[in-house]
T-cell receptor, first 112, second 115 residues
Framework: AQSVAQPEDQVNVAEGNPLTVKCTYSVSGNPYLFWYVQYPNRGLQFLLK??????LVKGSYGFEAEFNKSQTSFHLKKPSALVSDSALYFC??????????FGPGTRLSVLP | DGGITQSPKYLFRKEGQNVTLSCEQN?????MYWYRQDPGQGLRLIYY???????QKGDIAEGYSVSREKKESFPLTVTSAQKNPTAFYLC??????????????FGQGTRLTVV
């Protein structure tokens, strides 16, 4: 079965420190990979995606993600966290010819 | 403004009632989706439509129905058969279902509460 894991329910980081939100996946083939962010009572906003090419992709609001094929991981990173980055983050994969598969989400809290 | 609009933002349903959630997009996207989000859980797919006049059941379609008579509209009806409808419902669209590498755009959601 296709699945996406986000092993941490909650990540706490101090403002100004680097942050990492982890994502691993188990799907067949070479899927497309996505990160979304959700603020309270809002829809999901697209942050970045990996299709092919460079393993480090850059996205919105200073976020980037590193694709590691051998570890089937796609971790979200940011060099310096802001309090306004506090939100719920979802990793998603899209196997070829199939629907999106979303992870359970990781709540990021950036402490001032 | 291009985007995807869900209405209403909040909806209250009495036991035994059917209610319809609206989803409209002006992005000229072929594919549309309905997801359900419960606290502490990820998104679960209710129904999806790859193209107008066609739709498919997702993982949790029981108690829900949809239609796709127009490209821009994909309404979701929560029927009385849905035993636990209280949740946050999200509609999304994508340029083409076969365009696997394109991201989905989400509406702002409808929070449905059974009273």
């Amino acid at each position: 079965a296709q699945s996406v894991a986000q092993p941490e329910d909650q990540v706490n980081v101090a403002e100004g420190n680097p942050l990492t939100v982890k994502c691993t996946y188990s799907v067949s083939g070479n899927p497309y990979l996505f990160w979304y962010v959700q603020y309270p009572n809002r829809g999901l906003q697209f942050l970045l995606k990996y299709i092919t090419g460079d393993n480090l992709v850059k996205g919105s609001y200073g976020f980037e993600a590193e694709f590691n094929k051998s570890q089937t991981s796609f971790h979200l990173k940011k060099p310096s966290a802001l309090v306004s980055d506090s939100a719920l983050y979802f990793c998603a994969v899209r196997p070829l010819g199939q629907n999106f598969v979303f992870g359970p989400g990781t709540r990021l809290s950036v402490l001032p | 403004d291009g985007g995807i609009t869900q209405s209403p933002k909040y909806l209250f349903r009495k036991e035994g009632q059917n209610v319809t959630l609206s989803c409209e997009q002006n992005l000229n996207h072929d594919a549309m989706y309905w997801y359900r989000q419960d606290p502490g859980q990820g998104l679960r797919l209710i129904y999806y439509s790859q193209i107008v006049n066609d739709f498919q059941k997702g993982d949790i379609a029981e108690g829900y129905s949809v239609s796709r008579e127009k490209k821009e509209s994909f309404p979701l009806t929560v029927t009385s058969a849905q035993k636990n409808p209280t949740a946050f419902y999200l509609c999304a669209s994508q340029s083409g279902w076969m365009s696997g590498g394109t991201e989905a755009f989400f509406g702002q959601g409808t929070r449905l509460t059974v009273v």
